[in-house]
């Protein structure tokens, strides 16, 4: 990978929970091209799996989070500023839930996981980009994940689907206003991986395969393909993008009606 492209650069990684999270495929390429970074993670649960991941990228900077908690935003933040002074690149791979409200219907959600998962999964990157924005002071590039069931119905995501949404609008909302400083501000709607987030969905092993079967490269997507297209997004070279919501899976939000000589699965 190219080592240059992200030289001299520094940026936080929210949201790493372990070597299969998506947000261990950003910061490994983000590493391989030079960057600099420090990890957020949330509660003492994640420090121990994180730990070693950061030793293995040279991350010194390694604080805890809670998104959904201002003081514990304005601590992290605070660190970050105490120690670099600004930074160049954000990325919020993090998205919550009540799993019992992801399977049967969506009619059927609670206010209270509603509220919960609008408030950790939308609006805290409202909230990060809040303090973000005071540290980029020479511009810089934020990145957020979102997932297809943002555009259409894909079963059981229910309430995730319409946070997703509104994680896309609020995409749009905070690239209008932090462009005029240099930020640029985008999503990348990745195809359904194996992660923790994704353990404990019911039948997310038939998603997958769905996902193989029909997506034009009839593979599903990996954290090193996310990382790689975040690259373009949190770098240079996405120096006149913003506000945009980029697929990387394999090309499934494309396909209509699956090809007939798909195999049955
Ligand atoms: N895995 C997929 O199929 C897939 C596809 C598209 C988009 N996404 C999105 O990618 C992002 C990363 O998820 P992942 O699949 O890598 O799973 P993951 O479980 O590895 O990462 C989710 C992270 O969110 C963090 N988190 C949850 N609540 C938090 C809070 N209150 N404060 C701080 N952190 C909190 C968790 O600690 C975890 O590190 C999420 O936004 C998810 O919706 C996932
Ligand atoms: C794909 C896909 C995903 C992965 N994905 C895109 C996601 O965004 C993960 C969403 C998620 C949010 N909160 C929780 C969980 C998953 C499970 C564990 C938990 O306790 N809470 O989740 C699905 C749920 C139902 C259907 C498809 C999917």
Redesign the pocket.
Known sequence: MANWLMAGKRGVIMGLANDKSIAWGIAKACADAGAEMAFTYMGDAFKKRVTPLADQLGVEIMLDCDVSDPASLDAAFGEIEKAWGKIDFIVHAI?????NE??GRYVDTSRENFAM?MDI?VYSFTSVMQRAEKLMSDGGSALT?T?Y?AEQV?????V?GVA?AALEASVMYLAEDLGKDGIRVNAIS?G??K??????????RY?MKWNELNAPLRRNVTIEDVGKSALYMLSDLGSGVTGETLHVDAGYHVVGMKAVDAPDI
């Open positions: 998205g919550f839930s009540d799993k992801l399977r998962t999964s994940l997932y069931g894909m079963p059981h995501y229910n995730m997703k990745a359904p991986i992660t923790l987030a994704a353990s404990g969905i019911g039948d997310f998603i």
